[in-house]
């Protein structure tokens, strides 16, 4: 499954690509169409040759004048009308709101990371209280951030916003009006979870994924490949499960038990909610794809059967977590360039912002592992990063301490270990190395 060309579609109820009905110019042409379908607008979002981005100071000194920062790139999703407009209605709640809408991109100021930017917009601003509005590392969302805390609900009203219907074919501009609005409220939590549930009822209605032949028109031969590829994949993953088994990098580590407070405190409804969501959205992405000019469009949608079928069959928050890792590889394939994965001590914590070597305290073993901003700061303060744990015969560890073999996620460390560009969770989920960890833990 780990083959560019898609070998299963979505039924009726799922989005299904669309065969591709024209050709377009090039792979820019093809990068300002998917950003303004993310966007709902005629926007003009950076692409690979757009430069690096604005730094920090130039974010910081026009914030000390307005409260809405627009990149000039996000000049058509956010005009000069639009920005004075949300400049008033931030002014009328009374609220330190600030919006800072820019391309995130791998090796900017903020190393492509919407949670760097935040922190360290907070932190140059040196504003105690701030509500801060800014897009996500994908465009497809808004990511709201509280100081000193949520107060007023704002992280769930950003993820509202993302989730509204009404919202769906709506510019930024108005995304970002919304949430404001919700904001001054306080209904952004109420929205959120109002919305998650019809998300939930909405994936749980869909039909179940079925695999479906390769088309008639490709041929015989087509059909022999495809056989022939699978073979081919069943036998690498096989065989890499045995040599990721023998590897030390799953020598049981030890960590306090302070890590896990925040694990204890998980709300898996809502990571189930937003897991549907992901799903659902990721598929819209698919659907919108144009199979001529997206390369990665047949990993995407094998990364949206995977998680779809780990979403139905997860059983808690590991699971969960494996349906966002899912997601986000599917999200990648659909980008123009590569992408790290989730954060391998807890996908919860977001979109990886680098990759370190990183070796356990009382531990020689040494990995290579993507990690978010505030676990490499953990790790750089030498501190143990909060981990996801799980219940493993009467004790609570890290999720990688699982064997291998019972854990598809221990074995890949959802998605940092994994051996190369081929090696792909959802290629992994279609071999069945995720229903076979599955009856090995219930042995």
Known sequence: MSSDRPTTRPTAHRPAVRP????????????LTACTML?????????????????????????????????????????????????????????PIKVVLVPLKKGDAFDGSAKSLAAVVQERLGQPQLILLTNDEYLSWLQGTEWPNDTHQTRDAAMAVGMLKELKDAGLAARVGRAVELIRTGRGTEVYKAEAARADREYSARPKVKEKAADSSSGGSGALLAVAAALVLAVAGAAFLVL????????????????????????????RRQAAAEVLALGEAVDGADGATTPGLGRALDAYDAAGRVLDAAR????????????????????????????????????????TTWRPLGRRERVDVAVCEDCAQSLRARRAPQVLAVRDQGRTVPYFELPADRSLWAATGYGSLLSGPDDTLAARVGTGEFSRARRQSED
């Open 20 to 31: 591709a009905r024209r050709l377009l110019g090039g792979l820019f042409t093809a990068l």
């Open 39 to 95: 966007l709902g607008t005629g926007a003009t979002a950076h692409a690979d040759g757009a430069g690096p981005g604005p730094t920090a100071t130039t974010i910081v000194e026009a914030l000390a004048t307005t409260p809405v920062y627009v990149d000039p790139s996000f000049a058509a999703a956010v005009n000069a009308s639009q920005q004075r407009e949300l400049a008033d209605q931030i002014a009328a709640t009374g609220l």
């Open 244 to 271: 990721r088994r023998r590897s030390p990098r799953h020598t049981a580590f030890t960590f306090p038990d302070a890590v896990f407070a925040a694990d204890r405190a998980a709300d898996e409804a809502g990571l």
């Open 316 to 355: 808690g928050i590991p699971d969960l977590a494996g349906v966002l890792a899912l997601a986000a590889e599917g999200r990648s394939a659909l980008a123009a360039g590569p992408r790290l994965p989730l954060c391998f001590f807890d996908p919860r914590h977001g979109a990886a912002v680098g990759r």
